[in-house]
């Protein structure tokens, strides 16, 4: 199959884009390469290019005619998308649209939405199901709830299908160590301490001591992001198969604490390393737990890497080869 990767050079679209050129697709990666590496695309085609650029855009998808696109290429820091909401709002939402636009125009029908647990706000209920009303607290999570309603509508409108995966808290690496996450500002938390550990900060900042939850700070369900990576190909297949638009979450089910992260990362690295208690940092829901029940259900996604010290570890791995 020919597969066109937004941010394919990013952090997870490259894993994604890992698992496509194993099992044999013909990849072509759409990336500015404002967050992402050449060297991360380990199979296919890069392309260098911003969908902002609709004439580009529709250039380069009419030569190769995918028969789907997926679609990674987005700002994804919470605390930047509450300081900077036109930021989001202009790479999250026009530039999806402008995507839309030319797939729309040329015929593409198939398209892989990465989304995000932001999408909840702060919910109700843990563990998280997609029927859960969509509330995000965020610009972040706005962004991602205003493409999903467009791409609802447009599934409507025309012959347009598309799966929107929603995931949790990504982290690990690849575990031959070719990929990672190397963002140039690392502010998610496992990165962060890991850096911390190797010693490019002198402390770590936990955000928020006084949420509900037992030890005060926010839990989150960590994912290895080849389980991610693989729950793509299988929304991938289904999508293709059955042409039906849906939204699956993807996340493990199983939270952990800032702490509790914070203990591991000691723990794996063997680096005690100094941590700051301040406050909280805006935008932040207490708890995000999957449930992921349909995604096993439906499309047998079957997760190999749950365990939070292999995580750390191939992110420990990975972030010691950086500079
Ligand atoms: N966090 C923290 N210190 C950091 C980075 C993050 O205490 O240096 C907390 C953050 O406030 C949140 C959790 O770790 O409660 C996960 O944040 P992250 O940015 O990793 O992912 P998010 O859930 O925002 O997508």
Redesign the pocket.
């Known amino acids: 199959m020919k597969i066109l990767v937004t941010g394919g050079a990013g952090y997870i679209g490259s894993h994604v884009v890992k698992e496509l050129g194993r099992r044999g697709d013909e990849i072509l990666v759409y990336d500015n390469l404002s967050n992402g590496h050449d060297w991360a695309v380990l199979y296919g085609r890069l392309v260098k290019g911003d969908l902002s650029d609709n004439g580009f855009l529709e250039e380069v998808i009419k030569e190769f005619s995918p028969d789907a696109i997926m679609h990674f290429a987005a700002s994804i820091q919470?605390e930047e998308s509450v300081r900077e909401p036109l930021k989001y709002y202009r790479n999250n939402i026009m530039n999806t649209i402008n995507l839309l636009e030319v797939m729309v125009k040329d015929g593409i029908r198939n398209f892989i939405y990465s989304s995000t647990a932001s999408v909840y706000g702060i919910p109700e209920k843990v563990p998280v199901s997609e029927d859960t009303p969509l509330n995000p607290i965020n610009p972040y999570g706005f962004s991602k709830v205003a493409i999903e309603r467009i791409l609802n509508d447009l599934s409507k409108a025309a012959d347009f299908n598309y799966v929107s995966v929603r995931y949790f808290?990504v982290a690990g690496a690849d575990p031959e160590g070719r990929i990672g996450q190397a963002y140039r500002e690392a502010?998610?938390?496992?990165t962060?301490a890991l850096k911390t550990a190797k010693g490019e900060f002198n402390k770590?900042?936990?955000?928020?001591t006084d949420y509900p939850t037992p030890d005060g700070t926010?839990i989150?369900d960590y994912i290895h992001v080849d389980d991610l990576a693989v729950a793509h190909l299988l929304t991938l297949d289904y999508l293709l198969k059955t042409g039906k638009s849906r939204s699956f979450n993807c996340g493990y089910g199983h939270g952990y604490s800032?702490r509790e992260v914070v203990e591991a990362v000691k723990k794996i690295t063997c680096k005690d390393f100094k941590t700051e208690e301040v406050g909280r940092?805006p935008g932040?829901p207490p708890v995000?737990i999957a449930d992921s029940s349909r995604l096993k259900n439906e499309l047998n996604w079957s997760p190999k890497h749950a365990d939070l010290d292999y995580i750390i570890m191939t992110a420990w791995e990975w972030e010691k080869k950086l500079d």
């Open positions: 919470v808290n502010t998610h938390l496992m962060r770590l900042q936990i955000f928020g926010c989150r800032v940092r932040d995000l």
